[in-house]
């Protein structure tokens, strides 16, 4: 069983932060589907020529919600006939859809309704509108607050929206009043982060000229504790160091990346994983629609993965989940080595084996990024 990503690279503008792969223009698109149908076909047995299951599929970009709904009937044609999907297959699977609050008029949500995604991943980011307008983000806080109430009147049931705290200049307080905000929605999922400051972006190149101010570290790390109190004393679980859901509602598919389970990427700059390698496609839409035009796959890269490799992906994936590291999936030179490191984390208390995993407990939550350093193979 695997999963299906599918990555849609059209925005209606850019925010100041983002350094995912997108374009702004929308002439592509038609040509993309088009596209994006010819490589799943190409690549229908990429996990298993004997099985090629599928378990999640995963609409993300860029602004997926930037399409069409006929757009989006059409991918889903593609990704029904490449593997021979029935309703009732389909019905048993999360699918989910990344949707930008701006778009979700009442006539978009109607006809998402009527396609197989049963979640939406919504990014809110904030419900202050001044930092809305500084990230470049279209939407405002009380149509993100309508999106959220169009969704939940058209019957979806699973709805998870992202934030983003340590703006320039936020108080403790203020990041409070977001997660307040955001309670109130009654939504199934929320992803928070602090916001990055990846090289290339806008955001970067501010913060660089001296034009605003990085968040400090000790109110980044109050602010995170506010986060975990304020959403587990609600009922979610804090199942993934950024990621919380209510019982019965975690992300099937990112979970997926987490535990090592295969998956193919579709798309422009999207990345496949078997196990054995990765390989991403090329991030260039002109290159991508060109190859699979002239019935070729598009350039890609690709990189073969030794133990060693395999292992540190283990360790920086499965470390972030609550439940931690399978000892026993471990090889007994790398189960030796990966408790020896450990050792002194274990002592300290900020990190603990339970039921055979080994675990980040919440006291070394905050120097995760230390402990992973510390058990990866060098």
Request: hydrophobic share 35%.
């Amino acid at each position: 069983m695997s999963g299906l990503y599918i990555h849609l690279p059209f925005c209606a503008s850019r925010c100041i932060y983002c350094g995912f792969y997108s374009t702004t223009l929308p002439s592509l698109r038609d040509r993309y589907i088009e596209a994006a149908g010819r490589e799943m076909a190409l690549r229908r047995s990429y996990l298993n020529p004997t099985d090629p299951c599928l378990k999640t599929i995963y609409l993300g970009g860029g602004t997926p919600s930037q399409l069409s709904i006929g757009q989006l009937q059409r991918l889903f044609h593609y990704i029904e006939e490449t593997w021979s999907l029935e309703a009732e297959q389909l019905s048993r699977m999360e699918i989910t859809m990344e949707c930008n609050p701006d778009d979700l008029t009442p006539d978009y949500v109607e006809g998402l309704r009527k396609l197989p995604v049963n979640r939406i991943s919504m990014g809110i980011q904030t419900f202050s509108d001044s930092r809305l307008t500084f990230l470049h983000r279209r939407h405002t806080a009380s149509e993100a607050t309508e999106a959220v109430r169009l969704l939940q009147e058209a019957g979806f049931s699973n709805i998870s929206i992202d934030l983003m705290f340590g703006f320039p200049g936020e108080t403790v307080e203020e990041w409070k009043d977001d997660l307040r905000k955001a309670l109130s929605l009654g939504v199934q999922h929320i992803s928070a982060y602090s916001l990055m400051y990846e090289e290339g972006t806008p955001l970067y190149r501010m913060l660089k000229e001296g034009k605003i101010k990085e968040t400090d570290e000790e109110t980044s790390l109050d602010m995170y504790r506010m986060l975990m109190d304020e959403l587990e004393a609600t009922g979610f679980e804090h199942y993934e160091i950024s990621n919380f859901a209510q019982p019965g509602f975690r992300s099937r598919h990112n979970s997926s990346y987490w535990q090592q389970t295969p998956y193919i990427g579709i798309g422009a700059a999207a990345h496949s994983y078997d196990l054995k390698s990765r390989q991403w496609n090329c991030s260039s839409i002109n290159h991508y629609i060109e190859a699979l035009e002239a019935g070729k796959l598009p350039p890609m890269q690709r990189e073969e993965l030794d133990e060693s490799t395999r292992y540190d992906d283990l360790v920086t994936t499965a470390l972030r989940t609550r439940e931690g590291l399978s000892i026993e999936s471990l090889s007994p030179y790398y189960r030796h080595y990966l408790l020896s490191c450990a050792q002194p984390w274990i002592e300290s208390g900020r990190m603990e084996i339970s039921k055979g995993h080994l675990r980040i407990t919440r006291k070394g939550i905050f120097v995760s990024d230390d402990i992973m350093s510390d058990l990866m193979h060098v």
